[in-house]
């Protein structure tokens, strides 16, 4: 047993943990948070996306272990109580979702999305600069699988939240 | 996965030294290495993780950058003078992973991470690099993603790193500290090794040899890395190529060129380089320089496709890199 002190959602958490948890079982299991899905638990779905000092992440491939001190925010920690976040608000006037599995990712993916537009931070299809067009969006959320394929209307959603920031 | 002991270490003494212990692995951003613990492919008994080891800068040099082994893919990709000075890097490692994974994988660990063969991954089934002596399935078997140059009858995986081949096409450095105390500097073109008759084994590096810093030298004045795959993101090289040089009134100075997806390591395209280094761009040089370079290559079967497909991409790249240069005079 190791142990391991992080904050989730704004809450500090001082735990004894085996090593070979993984983040996603960590928040799943251990802190019964299970807002983060499992889809394939190899880092190819995104599924498990949370973010983690800022930065999303694949929780399913990182040990909780490794996250010393670290501030982890999941689907849970994305509202302001009942309030939605307005990616959330999106997702939802966009019907940007079926089943409702690969949500939690997505939405944790572009939320810190959003923070990289804003840094200016450049995906592969950006030339000089970041240009909020279908083509980027698309990109950047490579690595959230959606088996209902509601990716026009998640590009939507996020294009339109992107939009009312810039 | 197996149990572990794990360590977090302050300093690279400290790293190399607890690496020391039996079976142990230095764990990066652990995108590689956490996967393959899972499928039990990778059994560690210590984990020593180096992620936040003080390599997270990325300093100027005189004439280059000096990139710690624990900055990830996606700050990497993104720092300003990257982008400016080396876009073959930059656009290397954008076009690897997703943004997830760049965040966590680091410098260190992409360029160590190991073969996406399938028959690897699957412990059903025969495979030398995973169990030397088993034999290899992708050998008659679906080999679509497997090696053309290099191979042997004992392996015939393929590196999957991206940015390994922007490295090699960039002559950088790779800086490590051996087990026993001292450093060291490999070339990056020198790091992996061919499969040979010891296909488990993937690099020159020793059991608990860090490496803690990448050189980047002089900027080339005209860079490309171009990758082909089967969806247009999300997906590894079927070929790939990094290309890098100078031109001198109108020739080629110092030119490197690299191929991914094509063997055991990022493939440094030395004969090529050797027929274009000091000539002036043509499209029949481009052809003679690719024929030079692929004059051994050799398909498995379901992958003879990518040995006409790394001549037109190598003579399709130089065409575009030289073409904006020949409008201008
Ligand atoms: C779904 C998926 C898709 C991917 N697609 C791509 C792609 O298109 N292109 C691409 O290039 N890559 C791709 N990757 C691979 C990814 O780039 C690598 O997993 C990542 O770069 C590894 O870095 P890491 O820090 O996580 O390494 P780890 O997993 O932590 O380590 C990998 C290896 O390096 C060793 N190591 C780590 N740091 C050091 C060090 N400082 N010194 C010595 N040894 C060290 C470890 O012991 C281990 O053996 C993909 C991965 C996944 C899961
Ligand atoms: S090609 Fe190499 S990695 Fe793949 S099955 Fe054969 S020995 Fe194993
Ligand atoms: S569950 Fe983590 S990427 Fe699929
Ligand atoms: S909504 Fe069903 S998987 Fe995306």
Redesign the pocket.
């Known amino acids: 047993m190791h142990p391991l002190r992080l904050t989730v959602n704004g809450k500090p958490h001082d735990l004894e943990i085996d090593p070979r948890v993984s983040l996603l079982d960590l928040l799943r299991e251990n802190l019964s948070m299970t807002g983060s899905k499992k889809g394939c638990d190899?880092?190819?779905c995104g599924a498990c996306t949370v973010i983690v000092n800022g930065r999303r992440i694949?929780s399913c491939?990182s040990l909780a272990v490794t996250h010393e001190g670290d501030d982890v925010t999941t689907i849970e920690g994305t509202a302001d109580g009942e309030a939605l976040s307005p990616l959330q608000a999106a997702f939802v006037k966009h019907d940007a979702f079926q089943c409702g599995y690969c949500t939690p990712g997505q939405i944790c993916s572009a939320t810190a999305l959003l923070d990289e537009l804003k840094r200016g931070e450049p995906s592969v299809v950006t030339k000089e600069k970041v240009e909020l067009v279908d083509e980027e969006i698309r990109e950047r959320m490579s690595?959230n699988l959606c088996r209902c394929g509601a990716y026009n209307n998640i590009v939507d959603a996020i294009l339109e939240v992107a939009e009312a920031r810039t | 996965m197996r149990p572990f002991s794990y360590s977090r270490v302050a300093d690279d003494k400290a790293a190399v030294a607890a690496a020391g212990a039996q079976n142990a692995?230095?764990?990066?951003?652990?995108?590689?290495?956490?996967?393959?613990m899972k499928h039990e492919i990778?059994r560690?008994e210590t984990l020593v993780d180096?992620?936040r080891?003080p390599?997270e800068e990325i300093e100027q040099t005189e004439s280059g950058l000096r990139i710690g082994?624990?900055v990830?893919?996606s700050a990497l990709a993104a720092d300003a003078v990257v982008r400016e000075k080396y876009p073959l890097l930059s656009t290397?490692?954008l076009?690897?992973?997703?943004q997830q994974?760049?965040n966590?994988?680091?410098?260190?660990?992409?360029?160590?991470?190991?073969t996406?063969c399938q028959y690897f991954y699957d412990t059903q089934r025969a495979c030398n690099k995973r169990e030397p002596g088993s034999g290899c399935d992708a050998i008659g078997g679906l080999n679509r993603f497997h090696a053309i140059l290099g191979a042997s009858e004992n392996c015939i995986a393929v590196h999957?790193?991206?940015?390994?081949v922007a490295m090699v096409a960039l002559g950088a450095d790779a800086e490590?500290v051996l087990p026993q105390g001292g450093v060291r500097t490999i070339p990056a073109d020198a790091l992996h090794r061919l499969p040979g008759d010891t296909p488990h084994i993937d690099h020159q590096?020793a059991q608990g040899?860090?490496?803690?810093h990448v050189v980047l030298h002089k900027a080339p004045q005209y860079q490309m890395y171009r990758?082909v795959?089967d969806r247009s993101s999300?997906?590894?090289?079927v070929v790939s190529i990094g290309i890098a040089f100078d031109l001198l009134e109108g020739h080629f100075m110092k030119i490197r060129i690299a191929f991914?997806g094509v063997a055991h390591k990022p493939w440094r395209a030395a004969r090529a380089e050797e027929v274009l280094e000091g000539k002036a761009p043509s499209r029949a040089l481009f052809e003679e320089a690719a024929d030079a370079e692929l004059a051994e290559a050799k398909g498995q079967g379901d992958n003879d496709f990518k040995i006409p497909l790394m001549r037109r991409l190598i003579v399709a790249s130089l065409t575009e890199m030289t073409s904006a240069q020949e409008k201008a005079a």
């Open positions: 190899h880092g190819q694949n491939l690595g | 692995k230095f764990l990066g951003g652990g995108t590689n290495l956490v996967d393959l990778e560690p180096v992620s080891l390599h082994a624990a990830t893919n290397a490692l076009s690897g992973a997703t994974l760049r966590r994988a680091t410098t260190g660990g992409n360029f160590l991470q190991r996406r999957p790193s991206d940015m390994a490590t590096l040899e860090l490496i803690t990758k795959r999300y997906a590894f090289a991914g």
